[in-house]
Nanobody, 127 residues
Framework: EVQLVESGGGLVQAGGSLRLSCKTSGFTHIAYAIGWFRQAPGKEREGVSCISSDGSTYSADSVKGRFTISIDNAKNTVYLQMNSLKPEDTAVYYC?????????????????????WGQGTQVTVSS
């Protein structure tokens, strides 16, 4: 079974940077997608950045130009580099994954397309 372990959250001032890590294990298929989602208090969970095994990526408009998703296949780890952080980026960030026996068309961006979830890591941006 796929397992995901997030790390790297914390408290940072506005304008600062953080890098979240998602250590993955248990993939059995060659095609997969991994996404970062976030949920702020009182709000619905939303997609932040996603990447698929063919290299396709997605980033929400609210983070374009500030957040970058990447994969280190040697370390089985997906990173979310977050720069120029804003107070509105404050949320619990979740790593999610889905795998498939055949290539995934594009990159899934809806949370309901993902089967596996990490425990979440808190990111707090102070003003």
């Amino acid at each position: 079974e796929v397992q995901l372990v997030e790390s790297g959250g914390g408290l940072v001032q506005a304008g600062g940077s953080l890098r979240l890590s998602c250590k993955t294990s248990g993939f059995t298929h060659i095609a997969y997608a991994i996404g970062w989602f976030r949920q702020a208090p009182g709000k619905e969970r939303e997609g932040v950045s996603c990447i698929s095994s063919d290299g396709s990526t997605y980033s929400a408009d609210s983070v374009k130009g500030r957040f970058t998703i990447s994969i280190d296949n040697a370390k089985n780890t997906v990173y979310l580099q977050m720069n120029s952080l804003k107070p509105e980026d404050t949320a619990v960030y979740y790593c999610a994954a889905v795998e498939n026996a055949v290539p995934i068309a594009g990159v899934p961006t809806n949370q309901y397309e993902y089967d596996y979830w990490g425990q979440g890591t808190q990111v707090t941006v102070s003003s």
